[in-house]
Structures are given as C-alpha cells and as structure tokens.
Nanobody
Framework: QVQLEESGGGLVQPGGSLTLSCVAS????????MGWYRQAPGKERERVAT???????DYEESVKGRFTISGDFTKDTLSLQMNSLKPEDTAVYYC?????????????????WGQGTQVTVSS
C-alpha cells in the first residue's frame, strides 16, 4: 500500500510565492516519475510539471519560468516552488508518482495520487 500526502497549499496574493510538498510512504521499490497536476473549478485536471528519475523535467506552458519542480527519488519526496502566482493558478493541486512496489519486471508499476491541496491566488 502506497500513500501520497501533499502539504503547503494556502491563500496568497497575486505575485506571491508558495511551495508545495509531497511525500510518499508505504512499500516502495522504486519511483520512476513524479508530477504535479491541478484542477480548477469547472475544468479538467491538467498537468503542471513532471520530473523523471533520470532528471528530465517538463512544464505546462503557462507556468514555465515561474514554477520549479524538484524531486528526491531516494527520499520519495517531491516539491513545487511556485513564484509570481496569478489568479488563474488557483486550483486544487495533486501530486502523482509512478511507483513500483515490487520487482517491476514481474509486477509493473502503478500511478498513485495524493488527496490534493488547495491553492488560492487572490487579493
């Protein structure tokens, strides 16, 4: 059983900063990728940023230059530094990790999601 827990959300003024964190716990053999996603009211969930265990990062266009994703694949932790926040960044933010809980050759991997943390950007 694997659980992901996010923290760090809250209310911030436009132009402000927040750092989100996510930690995985449980039976973890290896983590192959991590990512942050968000869902605003009335909209579909969208990818914000991802990082792979070989170091590649990728960002949604609207957050490039403002958000920075970092992950520690040995400590099973993920963070998202968000700067220059805008009202349109308001959403519930979710972390996701692709995890092998046993030998991936025999058991494959699965995606696990956190419960979400609210980020509100408003004056």
């Amino acid at each position: 059983q694997v659980q992901l827990e996010e923290s760090g959300g809250g209310l911030v003024q436009p132009g402000g900063s927040l750092t989100l964190s996510c930690v995985a716990s449980g039976t973890i053999f290896a983590i192959y990728s991590m990512g942050w996603y968000r869902q605003a009211p009335g909209k579909e969930r969208e990818r914000v940023a991802t990082i792979r265990n070989i170091g590649n990062t990728d960002y949604e266009e609207s957050v490039k230059g403002r958000f920075t994703i970092s992950g520690d694949f040995t400590k099973d932790t993920l963070s998202l530094q968000m700067n220059s926040l805008k009202p349109e960044d308001t959403a519930v933010y979710y972390c996701k990790m692709n995890i092998a809980t046993g030998n991936p050759i025999h058991e494959g991997t699965n995606d696990y999601w956190g419960q979400g943390t609210q980020v509100t950007v408003s004056s």
